[in-house]
């Protein structure tokens, strides 16, 4: 079974402070995501990675950056935290589907509040 | 831009009830569409998806979903909701050939005992 882990399941920082969450999966896939969760919202598209050192961004990558160094892992960084990413973090990883028809395996969520 | 809508926002059934929950999405291409369930407290977890062929899927629980291209509909059913069916759901759609999700808002399911 595919396992997605999460380093933080909850985190709390200060404004102006550079955030790092880290996202590792066990089985090899190609792809890897970063959302954030918010109420009323749904999943909203940060970045996402297809390979290792590749990087597209999503629907909302302002504010944020990624790094894939190696293929299990995928870290999102927030380079100067502010009170409106106060959010519901997800990663999700999936196998690079011929026709996008691998479903995405999601980690528990960080949830991270800016103060 | 691609988007997905589940008018639905907050479903309120007492058990034994059917359940249909709407999602409809703006592509005009291929796409490939699936519905995510998250129990409280849990992750995400793959209910159903579809691909090509059958436009009725059949997913884990109980759950089934109908395609219809040309509503670009999607929606979610069950004959008979459990307690342990509350939770929030979320359509989902990727255009084919596309590695990213588009995610509905998400609808919001309490079952009753």
Known sequence: ?115 | AQSVSQHNHHVILSEAASLELGCNYSYGGTVNLFWYVQYPGQHLQLLLKYFSGDPLVKGIKGFEAEFIKSKFSFNLRKPSVQWSDTAEYFCAVTPTGANNLFFGTGTRLTVIP
Request: with cysteine; glycine share 6%; proline share 3%.
């Open chain 1, 1 to 115: 079974d595919v396992k997605v882990t999460q380093s933080s399941r909850y985190l709390v920082k200060r404004t102006g402070e550079k955030v790092f969450l880290e996202c590792v999966q066990d089985m090899d896939h190609e792809n890897m995501f970063w959302y954030r969760q918010d109420p009323g919202l749904g999943l909203r598209l940060i970045y996402f990675s297809y390979d290792v050192k590749m990087k597209e961004k999503g629907d909302i990558p302002e504010g944020y950056s990624v790094s894939r160094e190696k293929k299990e892992r995928f870290s999102l960084i927030l380079e100067s935290a502010s009170t409106n990413q106060t959010s519901m973090y997800l990663c999700a990883s999936s196998l690079r589907g011929r026709s996008s028809n691998q479903p995405q395996h999601f980690g528990d969520g960080t949830r991270l509040s800016i103060l």
